[in-house]
């Protein structure tokens, strides 16, 4: 039995400028075949199907089909869709017949022209394969959930933990679906929208607010009440119709009970709404407080500019902060700035630095800030992630100059990447615990990471593309109401959220 193995992994942030380019994935991630297969095996989603395949009680023949990932960031560029098209089918097209297909996408992937490339994704393949050969996929929890990715899909399997630490273990889930079809079963989806949005801050799966929710949604799968149960949290940094939370289940041929759960975990998501409220501290105070904590070090998560929720990566609020006064024990941060690195490398290690550093990629809310300092090193910023997002996932960042500017010491890298992980500063010989303030730009995951050594967390609300306070984002495509921007008492009586939706074979659209 051939089973094909895809993946097209990419998160959209539409308010982040800077587009997102077919060299950001041939240069984060990228494969085709049994070569690009051996290298996506190693972990996460694609990983998560090799090993789920193995536990099958048949011969299995995994194909690998076209692999590409880039880290969050930008709308697609037009030509980009195009080479991702375009590549996919051209590998189906290579690969012959087919009994299967295990599919890894993030589900909040939009283009200049498309506001939904999963779901149109999921279409060209189905297109290509038929209607008879079953397609599971996998998608993160933030995903934006369409009826078209539905409609295309069998199954969808969603992450069931955030931080985000359960990526292998959905591709294994994914693989138990699609053997559950080729034995027979008959999926029945029902998806419910809910009129909210939130972000991450308070989003973690075992925290006081969602832990009782994500834990009935395990128990449906790990007792066979549902194929998968998920609630997605969409990705709030996306203006298109439809965005809000997604509750999905999908039953072995049983309409009635897909119903009935979809319907009693929305509830249970609307009842929790007011928990996932966040208060934010400006860039100023952040740094103030964090001065008046004992111990180190103190994470501030500069949540607006999220690298890890698709934002450039090159505020400088925070920076301003840090450079503006005495820092007892030091500060470190990081920016993305190709041309700042390339000033450093001009200065070389122990030269003087001065160039506008940051508010390039993001000239809406960030302007270079001028800075002077001195060269510590240059060194490349390659590690392989593992924690949240990645189990075995290389990063390149390209190369690094650590810049000391008084008492911050500011990582000035070539490209984007986790914004969560002290790794990344570690693999240039920096150790954050040695540092009294550590920035991160990530509004929840870098919890994972740091929550066991830092002294205090503190979030901070700066202007950014991924800006905590959504109230101030400038939405112009979403439907209304929506709370928080709006007051919404019953999440029934919303008229545009009121249809459900479903996949193959479902009754109710």
Known sequence: MRIGILQVWQESNQFNPVLTLTSDFRGFRYGTGSEGLEDFGRGEEVGGFLRGLEKWKIDVEPVGLFMAQAWPGGTLARETEQWLMDSLMAQIGQAGALDGLLFSLHGALCSEDEPDVDGQLLKQVRSAVGARVPIVAT????????????????????YH???????????????????????????????????MIATAERGDTDGRALKEIFEALVGLETNGQAMSAAVLMTQPW??????GWSVSVTTDNAPRQAQVLSREIAGMCWK????????????????NVALEVKGKPV???????????????????LLRELIAQPIPGGALTFVVDPEAVARASEAGVGGAFKDGVGGKRDTEFSKPLPVEG??????????????????ALPIDMGLGAAVRVGDATVLLVERTGPGSSPQMYRCIGLEPMDFKIVIVKSPRGFRADYGPFAAKIILCG??????????????????????PLDE????????WSKPKFGGPGASVR
Request: glycine letters at 6%; a positive charge; proline letters at 7%.
């Open 139 to 158: 998608i993160d929890l933030h995903a934006h959930l369409t009826p078209r990715m539905l409609r295309h899909a069998d199954v969808i399997m969603a």
């Open 161 to 195: 933990t955030n931080p985000h630490v359960d990526r292998t273990q959905t591709g294994i889930r994914a693989a138990r679906a699609l053997a559950r079809m080729k034995s027979g079963a008959r999926p029945f989806t029902v998806a419910r929208r809910l009129p």
């Open 238 to 243: 996306l203006d298109v119709p439809g965005l």
């Open 272 to 287: 929790q709404r007011d928990q996932l409220k966040v208060q934010y501290r400006d860039a100023a105070a952040a740094v």
């Open 299 to 317: 994470v501030i998560a500069d949540s607006s500019d999220s690298t890890n929720s698709g934002a450039p990566g090159d505020s400088v609020h």
């Open 374 to 391: 001195e060269v510590l090193f240059l060194k490349p910023v390659h590690y392989t992630l593992r924690g949240h997002l990645g189990d």
């Open 462 to 483: 700066a202007p950014g593309c991924a800006m905590g306070t959504l109230k101030r984002v400038p939405y112009t495509n979403i439907n209304r109401p929506l709370w």
């Open 488 to 495: 919404i008492d019953d999440w029934r009586e919303v008229e």
